[in-house]
């Protein structure tokens, strides 16, 4: 790989770095967040879901945005909005400026990063230099999560979770720098937006999402729930018709004619919709159940980012001997066994060390296996034109499991809290429950993968035949 190669692939990780690290980093900070700017609980969770629904929801207009101004173009806008955001979040004195500097943050992150990936097809194209930088970025995508937990809850302790939107300025201003440098403008085409296609999954998601927050907050029996269940079903139905009837959609529905990488986005949502809890509820039980602080927190979770980066290194010798399906199958299974695990463990509150720390090591080496194939199935045997698309849906997929795994598992966790049992047990309980649903998301991510990158039965029998 040339000198300009690595500082390509540099600028495209950092950028996904900041962007998905950024979905976590207020994570072991949001007790800190409710205290100075007054949020109450219900409040905190969109602090999350502001920028998740943002980055989630706009990300397939970023991507047709890539295609038709240029990738060069959209990834400086996204990383300048994202840095300008970034500050603005940083200083806001109040939860509502917060909350707006959050969602506009998730719509620059929607912007930059299927550009990001882009660029990353575009740019290694030769087999081993490719499978190395999707390697390297699915590293960084999937182990994001918990290095935001890591640092935010170090700056948390020790200076101000303030700090952790701030140093996204001077990054995002070295990376506008260095990407007009060194990547080179991409080409513009004539073509129209799908604004329709672009609301009406934006408007679906949320509604979703909200609709998941009220069951919790209000039950399932409050008629609000259902109303915005109901929305966010009419609006993503609407959504594929749009996409099915317009001249130049922001998802070709093209794309998922290929089985490969219709199981890829499948697999993806469910596997995020299981991973991102983990994230989110772990750190709560280490919190609230066995005392420990912010940056403790954080801190836990290095087993886990640290096996998941140690697979990196040994994923192209793996894919070369056994073949991506086998090792996909494989990850997810050993992430499965180690959630599974997880979820009994929380559920006798035990302590952090042996067992808690080995389960993340093995959740991490399970992770560690399951993105960098499904990244590379999702980009597989796209058409030229559909680059942008195909790269905004591997990201949507990420980011809808994220916001929509989060919505489902918390109301999960609020139908697990009594009141005939003390707060410590109930709140143990309710995780390990949480945990639970976890483990069946990725049951679904396992069934789902071995139905989708089953071989053709006419490629089973072609190989019987050369074999005998």
């Known amino acids: 790989m040339t000198s300009t ?44 879901n502001s920028y998740i629904l943002a980055f989630g929801g706009f990300l397939l207009l970023g991507a047709r945005a890539g295609d038709l101004l240029g990738r060069r173009r959209i990834l400086g806008i996204g990383i300048g909005l994202f840095a300008l955001t970034s500050l ?45 930088a999707i390697a390297m970025y699915s590293a960084v995508s999937a182990a994001g999560g918990s290095v935001g937990l890591l640092l935010g809850g170090f700056l948390t302790d020790f200076l101000s979770w303030r700090v952790g939107m701030l140093i996204n300025v001077p990054v995002g201003i070295a990376l506008l720098f260095l990407a007009h440098r060194f990547i080179q403008q991409t080409s513009t085409r004539i073509g129209r937006f799908d604004m329709g296609g672009a609301f009406t999954s934006i408007i679906g998601m949320t509604a979703l999402v909200y609709g998941f927050v009220q069951a919790a907050n209000h039950g399932w029996d409050n008629s609000a729930t259902w ?15 749009i996409e099915a009837r317009v001249a130049e959609p922001i998802v070709p529905l093209r794309l998922f ?29 280490l919190q609230n159940v066995l005392g420990y602080s912010s940056l403790e927190a954080g801190l836990a979770f290095v087993p886990f980012t640290g096996s998941q980066f140690a697979m990196m290194f040994l994923m192209s010798k793996l894919i070369h001997r056994y073949g991506s399906r086998n090792v996909l199958l494989s990850g997810l299974l050993i992430a499965l066994m180690g959630t599974l695990w997880l979820s009994r463990i929380v559920n006798s509150q ?30 597989s045997e796209v058409d030229p034109r559909d680059t942008g698309a195909a790269s905004g849906l591997v990201n949507v997929a990420h980011q809808s499991g994220s916001s929509l795994g989060l919505a489902v598992l918390i109301t999960v966790f609020n139908g697990s809290i009594h009141t005939d049992i003390s707060s410590k047990l109930q709140f143990a309980h309710a995780v390990s429950n949480s945990i639970l649903g976890s483990v069946l ?16 039965r006419a490629t089973v029998r072609k190989q019987g035949i050369t074999e005998s």
Request: with cysteine; aromatic share 10%; glycine share 6%.
């Open 5 to 48: 190669k690595s500082i390509i692939l540099t600028i495209i990780i950092a950028c996904q770095l900041i962007v998905v690290l950024d979905a976590s980093i207020m994570v072991t900070a949001l007790p800190e967040i409710g205290r100075s700017l007054h949020m109450s609980t219900t409040s905190l969770t969109w602090v999350q």
């Open 227 to 241: 109303l915005w269940l109901a929305a966010g079903a009419i609006s993503l139905t609407a959504f594929v018709l």
């Open 257 to 285: 004619a290929n089985r490969l990488r219709a199981g890829a986005y499948l697999g993806r949502f469910l596997v995020v919709c299981g991973n991102f809890a983990i994230f989110f509820f772990v750190p709560q039980y």
């Open 88 to 132: 603005l979040a940083g200083l806001a004195p109040t939860a509502g400026f917060l909350l707006v500097s959050r969602a506009i943050q998730g719509l620059a992150a929607a912007l930059a990063t299927p550009a990001a990936l882009a660029l990353l097809s575009a740019n290694f194209t030769e087999a081993k230099e490719r499978s190395r």
């Open 441 to 456: 998301f990725l049951a679904a991510a396992l069934a789902a993968s071995l139905i989708c990158f089953m071989p053709a």
């Open 350 to 379: 035990a302590e952090f060390f042996p067992l808690i720390f080995i389960l993340l090591i093995v959740m991490g080496i399970g992770a560690g296996m399951v993105f960098q194939p499904l990244t590379a199935m999702g980009l």
